[in-house]
């Protein structure tokens, strides 16, 4: 059964910091880009961060570079997203995505964690 299931998120003051896994199950992780998108309310979802199936390279949305870090580590078929530097405005749900094009798009998501920056 291919799964994603993202882990991590709560409640956060501004300034701090969380970091996010997301673990796959059911599928060659290692084959896949991974993603980290997030939703906040009213608004569309937005790509956040962008890892390599061997995650040699990474790519960050504008608002998120410098505090916000993608790694993976394919040995336990995980992704990661650390935030630094939180503010209110990256209050959202974080979304992990496995992507590959070998054979068209396919395409995974999880369910989802909750991350709110409040003081």
């Known amino acids: 059964q291919v799964q994603l299931v993202e882990s991590g998120g709560g409640l956060v003051q501004p300034g701090g910091s969380l970091r996010l896994s997301c673990a796959a199950s059911g599928f060659t992780f290692s084959t896949y880009a991974m993603k980290w998108y997030r939703q906040a309310p009213g608004k569309e979802r937005e790509l956040v961060a962008t890892?390599?199936?061997?995650?040699?390279?990474?790519n960050y949305a504008d608002s998120v570079k410098g505090r916000f870090t993608i790694s993976r580590d394919n040995a336990k078929n995980t992704v990661y997203l650390q935030m630094n530097n939180l503010k209110p405005e990256d209050t959202a749900v974080y979304y992990c995505?496995?992507?590959?094009?070998?054979?068209?798009?396919?395409?995974?998501w999880g369910q989802g964690t909750q991350v709110t920056v409040s003081s």
């Open positions: 995505n496995a992507r590959r094009t070998w054979v068209g798009v396919e395409e995974k």
């Open positions: 890892i390599t199936s061997a995650g040699v390279s990474t």
